[in-house]
């Protein structure tokens, strides 16, 4: 299956150097990326801006990837 060319993805990622990995190839795939450091940076991501996909590390400071996941699902079911 490919990818929607220009599609928004956001990576939740707080290990920075696997953000730029799975960031860059993405982008190589023609995606669009933004990236978070963490859960709260997310959400004021989500809130500013529609993504098509969320990728998201499950364990993070601040706020973890499920505890952000209900959140985003309040905020924005459709990204849910």
Request: proline share 2%; net charge negative; aromatic share 2%.
């Amino acid at each position: 299956m490919e990818a929607a060319r220009g599609a928004s993805v956001l990576i939740v990622e707080d290990e920075h150097a696997l953000a730029i990995a799975v960031g860059e190839a993405l982008t190589d795939a023609g995606l669009v990326v933004d990236h978070a450091r963490d859960g709260e940076e997310a959400l004021a991501r989500v809130r500013q801006k529609t993504y098509d996909v969320l990728i998201c590390d499950l364990k993070m400071p601040r706020i973890d990837g499920m505890t952000l996941y209900r959140a985003i699902a309040a905020t924005a079911p459709a990204l849910a």
